[in-house]
């Protein structure tokens, strides 16, 4: 028994030096500079050739007293709503596909499609399909209709839920699709035994399904809170952060203070707060789920 | 269970219903990209004079062309050094219980937390100081890095919960050098992993916006993505024409997508079901 431990061991561990082409790789595109991002938030780094100093909080207080507050707000509150409605909408979607429907599979494979179009492409089709009256898509059927154009996109509020339709629209697809597979591991018999014992179905889904599942959901809502507060394509091409900068999201206003402002230490800034969201929001997500999942 | 013939209709009716409202973005698209510019008939009732001419114009206007190259080139690269230096890594990551090496899994962990947003504009000055800004080369070195967590996730999972050890005891006691057992024993095993990282890393690579945006700007190599946020700058209100350039962009990955949807489904569930 020992032996054969340390004969599986010696192949691995004597090709330790695989590792070090991805370490280096990894170290250099992601660590370091992540490390001097972090460094160069405190810095008034800027575009233009004046040597950097050291400012403490400066480029955080400048920031959290003007508009990034708002906008780290807008941000969690665009990933909250956008995991939400993605995971009632990919479960129901789920359970609805995974039962006898003729040509199931293509309704899947139409469903998912959206998720490998580029973001940008999909900003843009929702950006033409709410765009101003005269000229968007929608308004141009309320028109056709004889009713009241709306300015979808002129409004922040509404311009703000245009943006989560687009998203949702793109993504639900994946989210069902992870559903579909956490699904497989749901046997039929323990479904029938349930029905049997007199079960309706919504609690045949709550008792049976629902705990099983507890892996697919964790990772859904993971990977949904995460993309959801990173968002940046579909603002860009919808919005762009506008009406009066009433849409930005953490990342939109990163790459404004960078492009517009050339004030690359407020950059590196926000870059930093958006780090630090993703890594305690995920960290709490992923404590309370697996709590729940090993309660179940 | 056999549900009710009611139960059964409302069901396919549901199932269909939601189809089609998810379709109807997409027939927009088509529908407004074959009608000529100024044809204002409403968005959903199909124009009577249907024309190709926008695809021309898109195509020969925009720089789709040479970004559709540039994109095929960028992604390749990228993929296959993602995916040599991932799968090198994995296996002694997998297979080593050390402490040093479960410390640089986790190392590696951290990385699918890190928002790419926090190094990219330090990396944006180390690119400028090598003189690769503007150059496609810049993307396949922060591809190649910033990707390296997910996959390595991914395959040194695999390896931990699917590949058993005894092939490669075997393979040892038959004389095969610890490189040859990788190569010809562990890298075989690790297909179907392999296809869900190239699929993932793939579609994130083509699509990937943000990174060209900052690293290409100002030089004259376009990814998709680029060519269109400038084309679509340049005709700002001509949705017909770029419509067009949408579809243009969306064909190669839309193709690949439908001859491979069994694999591309499967593979994207198989590696993020957890």
Redesign the interface.
Known sequence: MQAKAQAHRSVGRSLWWFVVPAAIAYLYVVIVPSAQGVYLSFTNWSSSPKPRTFVGWDNYAALFGGDAGQAAWRTLWLAFVVVVIQNILGLGLALLLNEQIRGRNVLRTIIFAPLVVSSLVVGYLFKYLFGAPGIGGVNSMLNALGLKQVDFLGNPSTAMWIIVVAIVWQFTGSTMVIYLAGLQGVPDDLQEAAALDGATYWQRFWYVTRPLLAPAITVNLMLGLIGGLKIFDQIFAVTAGGPANLTHTISTLLYRYYSQFGQYGKAVALATVLALAVGILSFIQFTVLRRQERAL | ?K?SRAANIV??T???G??AI??L?VY??IN?AIRPTGD??????PSSRATLDNFINAWTQSSLPGAIVTSVIVTVLSLLTITA??T??A????????QL?TL?FY??L??L???????????FI?MRDLGLLGSIWSLI??Y???Q??FS?FLITSFLRSAVP?DF??AA??DGCS??E??WHIVVPLLRPVLGTCLILNG?GI??D??TP??YLAGGGQLT??MA??QF?GRYA?N?PL??AS?LI??IP??T???VF?RY??RG???G???
Do not use: C, D
């Open positions: 269970m549900p069901m396919h549901t199932a269909y939601t189809t998810f379709l973005p927009v698209l407004l204002l008939t409403p968005a959903l009732i230096l991932a090198m890594a296996y002694p990551l997998a297979r080593s219980t050390s090496s640089t190392g590696f951290i990385g937390l890190l928002p790419f947003q926090l190094a990219l504009l330090p990396l180390q070195i922060v190649a890095g910033a390296l967590p390595i050890h490669e005891e040892r006691i610890n490189i057992v990788f579609v083509w699509n916006f943000f945006l900052i998709i993505p269109l946020q679509v209100s949705w770029i419509f949408l962009s969306m990955i839309l690949l997508y439908l949807q591309v489904i994207f569930a198989g993020l079901k957890g």
